[in-house]
């Protein structure tokens, strides 16, 4: 991006009333493989792409779980990730252990908000290099925030965060009227074909590079990888891309 | 985290807040001063008996308007009561400066759910959790708030009744009471509780109640015959003025 003398700490703000450093942070977001989040009046549904280094290796979790009603989609640095999934834990247990209830969404939230903005704040310290989207489910419904290492959230019915998340939003924009009412599957579905939309040009959904998770009234935030997801994947629309789609390499070659 | 620290298993230093978001500037307490240690103290000036119980529309508590100084009935216009938000009340017997304190903690609670404003409000159960936590810890610091709570209130369209006192022990009943209220008072709330909570009338609970107001007055020695009664159901909470009961004290008059 721009070198320029008014990015080298957080603490300058540049002429045209930036933080490069923060901008530099949000980059680093923009950077890790896309993650989408969509709710309905029942459930929240979070989806991400998997990515791997090489063919040895593993693919990358991006889904983690915070408690019962809560969970987490990540997109930038996965360590910085794990010291807020810890901080999350931590704070879920607090609210079982004290209040004897289920850790509220939004003030979870506005925690993490609080952590990051002061690493904005302070000299020599750094942002937070990681985006989350927070899926929850407390006493006043289901919930679907975007947190920022700027110190940023937000309250959305769906988002995505990542490499290329724009076409998945475009996606999301044009159906998301009706996610409201939309079944868990139709749901998971949608989200399926939004994160779609953002795999490069010979890419496609498969078992091992997909991951989704769900939480609802009657359902305990739940990660979906692997054999369990043929069924998810079987959900999505037959498009132009061929039956690769399909889950499974076709065995025979037609 | 911490994780090669060689102090794991001690107090960790750090001055964080209790989030461990800000960093905190306290003076540390070095091992060489000479301040004095708080310690298990003895109660001064007390409250006697709460006594509570479940019925078909919420549940009930009342207790008397005395704080007592040892022997003397010291304070007579004393409320033992006390509101929590708009579902619950507080019973307290025991010291009444550590119910003052537990009641600057309470209210320090609701005030911070309520500048949250996300929906959330602490109700009955959260705040017997609440309370069952801060009296353990504090037990557990040999420095105990010397009290026995009784904790009514509505939720999630039901009563709810819980007991926390000064050593931390805890319980939910359908019928509660504290201090002398244990002996006389338990017995006959039971009698007319038990296995009835969904069909016993506001009538019949009241009566339960000042029988055993009753009761309390002519035998506990540090009660008084000025009550008040509360009584929480899904309309809310509605607490009495003070007043008496009749007693029959002519069998010790004259010859």
Not at chain 1, 92 to 121: C, E, H, W
Not at chain 2, 32 to 41: G, K, N
Request: glycine content about 8%; hydrophobic content about 35%; aromatic content about 10%.
């Amino acid at each position: 991006m721009f070198r320029n003398q008014y990015d080298n700490d957080i603490s300058t703000w540049s002429p045209q009333g930036r933080i490069h450093q923060v901008e530099y942070a949000l980059e680093a977001v923009k950077q890790g493989s896309a993650a989408v989040g969509l709710r309905s009046n029942t459930h929240v549904v979070l989806l991400a792409l998997k990515r791997s280094s090489g063919e040895l290796a593993s693919y990358q979790k991006k889904l983690t779980i915070i408690d019962d009603h809560l969970g987490i989609a990540i997109a930038g640095l996965t360590s910085d990730a794990r010291v807020l999934s810890n901080f999350m834990r931590t704070e879920a247990m607090k609210s079982k252990v004290i209040y004897g209830r289920p850790l509220p969404i939004f003030r979870i939230v506005s925690a993490i908000g609080d952590k990051a903005q002061v690493n904005t704040q302070n000299y020599g310290r750094r942002p937070y290099g990681v985006g989350l989207l927070v899926a929850g489910y407390d006493e006043t419904g289901p919930h679907l925030y975007e947190c920022a290492p700027s110190g940023n959230f937000f309250e959305y019915y769906a988002m995505s965060i990542g490499a290329r998340s724009q076409s998945a939003k475009t996606y999301l924009e044009r159906y998301y009227e009706s996610f409201a009412e939309a079944s868990l599957d139709e749901l998971v579905r949608h989200g399926l074909n939004a994160l779609r939309d953002t795999l490069q040009q010979d890419k496609e959904l498969n078992m091992d590079n997909c991951s989704i998770g769900i939480v609802g009234a009657d359902c305990k935030f739940k990660i979906v990888e692997g054999d369990e997801l043929k069924r998810y994947l079987s959900l999505l629309d037959n498009v132009e891309m061929g039956d690769t789609v399909q889950g499974q390499a076709p065995m025979d070659t037609e | 985290m911490d994780h090669f620290s060689f102090n794991l298993g001690k107090p960790r230093h750090e001055m964080t807040d209790r989030r461990n978001i800000f960093q905190v500037d306290i003076k540390p307490r070095s091992e060489s001063s000479t301040d004095p240690i708080t310690r298990t103290q003895r109660p001064i000036v007390t409250g006697t008996s709460v006594i509570a119980l479940k019925y078909q529309d919420g549940v009930m508590l009342a207790a008397d308007n005395l704080a007592s100084y040892g022997s003397l009935a010291r304070f007579k216009d004393v409320e033992r009561l006390y509101p929590v938000g708009e579902f619950t009340v507080i019973g307290a017997s025991g010291d009444i400066s550590d119910f003052q304190y537990t009641k600057h903690l309470l209210d320090a609670e609701m005030v911070k759910e309520y500048y949250i404003n996300d929906g959330h409000v602490l109700g009955a159960p959260h705040i017997y959790e609440y309370l069952s936590r801060v009296m353990y810890n504090r037990r557990s610091q040999i420095n105990p708030l010397w009290n026995a709570y009784v904790v009514g209130g509505y939720h999630n369209g039901e009563g709810f009744l819980g007991y926390v006192d000064l050593l931390g022990t805890t319980y939910k009943s359908s019928s509660i009471a504290t201090g002398f209220g244990a002996y006389l008072a338990q017995p006959i709330l039971r009698k007319v509780v038990e296995g009835h909570e969904n069909t016993l009338s506001e009538e019949e609970a009241i009566n339960a109640i000042e029988t055993c107001m009753k009761v309390l007055f002519y035998r506990d020695a540090r009660s008084l015959n000025k009550f008040q009664r509360a009584k929480i159901t899904a309309q809310g909470v509605e607490i009495t003025q003070p007043y008496s009961v009749d007693t029959e004290w002519s069998f010790a008059e004259g010859q």
